[in-house]
């Protein structure tokens, strides 16, 4: 109970008078990072199982993803996640590859916080990072990465997930997501896969207006990266973000695009479409593209 005004506390014990398992550790407010981290500490059992409050965790949940992550040797378990409440329906999938992982890191978080599972032992030796406020996560996952932690995603929906107007994504987002350029460009600058490449913002942050000269640097980049992978999983996400990235750049002159494209393994349909799209120079369809971070959701197979 991390400093609770209203009668959350009432409810915990309430809980608690039926359930012998249950501790209640009630104190004045220190945020989520420190109440995270003292959870953790305060843990007896060899799996921490992370949730979050306004979420849903399906029943067979714990079970399915602790054979997964023991099957598989590793110390960090995610899964599959459905939106619900103001965005329903989608599912968020994630690579389930160790190299797949990494390589979705250099972008992003491969995971969703709430459905992972992590080793205790592990827990304890990384702790949740108060220098990255609304990306602690993220900044863990990429310590792990670099100390070449074994983790996995489950492919299976293991928690329902709500989207409202309150949450950090939603009311803090340019704040979190300052926070994590600052953890992918780290992450950049320490993963052997690209530590000799150079990290352009433009590449994740939908707020920059992509040039000409970037475009070039990033797509070089990323055949670069492409040709060190020998994972599809991984190799996908490349893929992944790179198509998000092209249709992004939809005001390039049509022309550099397709020629840029050549080569690189996108179908000719989506190669036809980010050209076509490109030479209509259609004002509200190139803001709309230059935003359409909806490409990274799709499913990583959609890519293959």
């Not at 209640?24 to 060899?46: C, P």
């Not at 409202?164 to 052997?192: F, G, I, M, N, P």
């Not at 207006?209 to 599809?232: G, H, M, P, W, Y």
Request: hydrophobic share 40%.
């Amino acid at each position: 109970n991390d400093g609770s005004t209203d009668k959350s506390e009432k409810i915990l014990r309430k809980f608690a008078a039926n359930e012998p398992r249950a501790r209640i550790i009630s104190r004045e407010n220190r945020g989520l990072i420190e109440t995270l981290n003292q959870g953790i500490r305060e843990a007896k059992a060899e799996w921490i199982a992370r949730i979050d409050a306004d979420d849903i965790c399906l029943k067979d949940r714990l079970e399915k993803q602790l054979a997964w992550a023991k099957a598989r040797r590793a110390d960090l378990c995610g899964g599959v996640i459905e939106r619900i409440g103001m965005d329903t329906g989608n599912s968020w999938v994630f690579p389930s590859s160790n190299q797949g992982i990494y390589t979705w890191l250099l972008f992003r978080s491969a995971f969703a916080h709430p459905t992972i599972i992590i080793k205790r032992s592990m827990a304890l030796r990384f702790p949740y990072s108060k220098d990255f406020v609304h990306a602690e996560d993220y900044e863990l996952w990429t310590r792990l990465a670099i100390a070449n932690v074994p983790m996995t995603n489950i492919p299976e929906k293991v928690l329902l997930y709500r989207i409202h107007e309150q949450q950090v994504s939603t009311a803090q987002k340019d704040k979190q997501t300052d926070t994590r350029l600052r953890v992918t460009e780290k992450y950049w600058k320490q993963q052997k896969l690209v530590k000799d490449l150079e990290f352009l913002p433009c590449l994740i942050d939908e707020r920059i207006k992509i040039t000409a000269a970037d475009f070039e640097k990033v797509v070089s980049q990323l055949k670069i990266l492409l040709t060190r992978l020998s994972d599809s999983e991984a190799k996908s996400a490349v893929i992944q973000h790179l198509t998000w990235f092209l249709y992004r750049s939809v005001h390039l002159n049509g022309r550099r695009l397709y020629k840029t494209m050549k080569g690189l393994p996108i179908s000719p349909l989506k190669k036809t479409m980010i050209t076509v799209i490109s030479l209509l120079k259609a004002g509200f369809v190139l803001d709309y593209c230059r935003n359409a971070s909806w490409v990274r959701w799709f499913p990583l197979k959609w890519f293959f």
